[in-house]
């Protein structure tokens, strides 16, 4: 059995690598998608949507958001799950689809969301058939027929549609086939995934670990439960050990070994780069929480701080608004980690005005 002996900064430049953070940019927004596998579809705009944010870490101001817009209306990207995905992933999760709400023995809250689905019966087929004659439609212009409204302690009490579409979603009969502003568009998923084969599901879990590991590059074989799209890698790659950290890795042996060449960038807080704060504590050596949930006065670095990408490093935050009715991209503080030099600072200011520029702000620095 190979296991791999990395250093920190091995371990580092494997995942920014795989994350096409280095020098040499992807070629376009569709590049971007495949080589990460998987982009969280997240609307908070305290800077901008985290997919458009993740694609301008990338990309820069070549890309436009028009672009994502298009090539979900178009199908040749998907939003599944919650992700922006190749449409070609579809079919690592038909499987499970028609699983739902699970195999073999199913658990209190699986039983409870089967049995409210199958008594609204007839709501679910009004909503298939008003698709099937006037979709792709907005959420608000579907009917409420349900004969039993859903429990919940939290937010989505007897919200019994946007709830029954999302266990529609996941049963693989409905699709987000757009959206609308920040409202997904909603069609039959037979006219938005393409039409391929199902791969059992021990098979396509296989694949998705593979997937995730090519665009993690390096990752724990287990961790914490997130869901739809974990942050391990299951039994994909190879076994890895990094000097100075407990436990044990897996690693894509394919980025191993490969020249670098780092830049500076600005993060998303949902980055998968930084997703992971174990992760990055670990190998990154880089203290974060996204404090959007805190109260104001006990957040250190902001309501959306930017983690700041230099090299194989993170080494700080950016507080940073975009204030669109005012115009302005107003950034309130750069947090350094490290002691920042000339050229480094200079880099930063480059990567806010790239920014301002592509969020068609003025940049407005407040320290």
């Known amino acids: 059995m190979t296991v791999h002996q990395l250093s920190r900064r091995d371990a580092r430049r494997i995942a920014v690598r795989a994350q096409v953070l280095t020098s040499e940019r992807p070629g376009d927004l569709f590049d971007v998608v495949r080589r990460l596998a998987a982009v969280q579809f997240d609307q908070t705009a305290a800077v901008a949507p985290n997919a458009d944010l993740v694609a301008w870490s990338r990309l820069g101001s070549s890309y436009s958001p028009k672009e994502l817009t298009e090539a979900l209306e178009t199908q040749a990207l998907v939003e599944l799950q919650g992700f922006v995905r190749p449409p070609e992933s579809v079919a690592l999760f038909r499987a499970e689809m028609a699983e739902w709400p699970g195999s073999g023995p199913l658990l209190d809250w699986q039983e409870y969301r089967r049995d409210w689905v199958m008594a609204n019966e007839g709501c679910r087929l009004d909503l298939l058939e008003r698709l099937r004659q006037d979709g792709p439609l907005m959420m608000r212009e579907l009917p409420d027929t349900c004969v039993v409204p859903w429990k919940s302690s939290g937010w989505t ?92 890795w897996r690693v894509h042996p394919e980025l191993l070994g490969q020249p670098f060449s ?106």
Request: glycine share 8%.
């Open 157 to 248: 009490n007897n919200r019994n549609v946007s709830q029954l579409l999302e266990f529609m979603l996941q049963r693989g009969e409905v699709a987000v086939a757009g959206r609308q502003g920040r409202d997904r568009l909603w069609d039959l998923a037979t006219r938005v995934y393409p039409d391929e084969p199902m791969i059992p599901v021990a098979e396509a879990e296989r694949i998705r670990d593979e997937q995730r590991l090519h665009a993690l590059g390096i990752a724990r074989p287990r961790g914490l439960e997130y869901l739809v799209e974990p942050l391990d890698a299951g039994v994909a790659g190879e076994w890895a050990v990094v000097d100075g950290v407990r436990g044990e």
């Open 262 to 367: 780092g830049r500076t960038a600005l993060l998303s807080p949902l980055d998968r780069l930084v997703y992971d704060r174990k992760r990055i504590a670990d190998l990154f050596e880089f203290d974060y929480q996204l404090e959007m949930y805190k109260p104001v006065a006990k957040r250190k670095w902001g309501y959306f701080a930017l983690p700041i990408l230099h090299g194989d490093r993170l080494v700080g935050k950016v507080d940073a608004t975009s204030d669109r009715k005012a115009g302005v991209f107003r950034v309130d503080a750069i947090h350094e980690d490290v002691p920042f030099s000339k050229s480094l600072t200079a880099a930063v200011h480059r990567e806010l005005r790239d920014l301002a520029h592509w969020l068609q702000l003025e940049l407005i620095l407040m320290m």
